[in-house]
């Protein structure tokens, strides 16, 4: 029988918890769970758990709604930085790095459920997991390479060894 942990529906992450695997939902389906500094922060605590918690042997990534993690919150970024407050897009940068470590070199398995859209920082963080599963209204992308920029979050490594997308 799962059990949720959260007390309160408008939580960033809501967390299941079955006999010896968390659920972890990404939980802001009006933003197409945009990463916010709220969310990188509380993922990377519960990472940190995890592999410390001998009871947990899997952590399931998903996404509310219909997408899985369409980017970070770029919205939120824009309007520190036209604010004057550069920094806070540094910090969050920072944050979904780490994010992204934690996560590959994490010891529990973890598996992304890649169903909707993957865009951005949501490929970037599901992709260094063990697993991944994709469905049929999988969509997956990296649409700062189309405005000449490079890819973060190890992209260039991973695209190379990526022959579960075709």
Known sequence: MA????????????IQQNLFARILTLNRPRQLNALSFKMLSRL???????EDDDN??????????????????VAVVARHL????????????KRVHTLGYLIAT????QVSVLNGIVMGGGAGVCIHGRFRVTTENSVFALLETALGLFPDL???YFFVKASWIF
Request: proline share 2%.
């Open 154 to 156: 190890g992209a260039s």
């Open 106 to 109: 994490n010891t529990t398995p």
């Open 56 to 73: 947990v042997k899997l952590v399931i990534l998903k996404g509310k709604g219909r997408a899985f993690c369409a980017c970070g919150d």
């Open 44 to 50: 990377s605590q519960l990472f940190h758990v995890y």
């Open 82 to 93: 036209f604010e004057g407050n550069w920094r806070f897009g540094a910090l969050q940068g």
């Open 3 to 14: 059990s949720f942990i959260n007390s309160n529906q408008d939580d960033q992450i809501l």
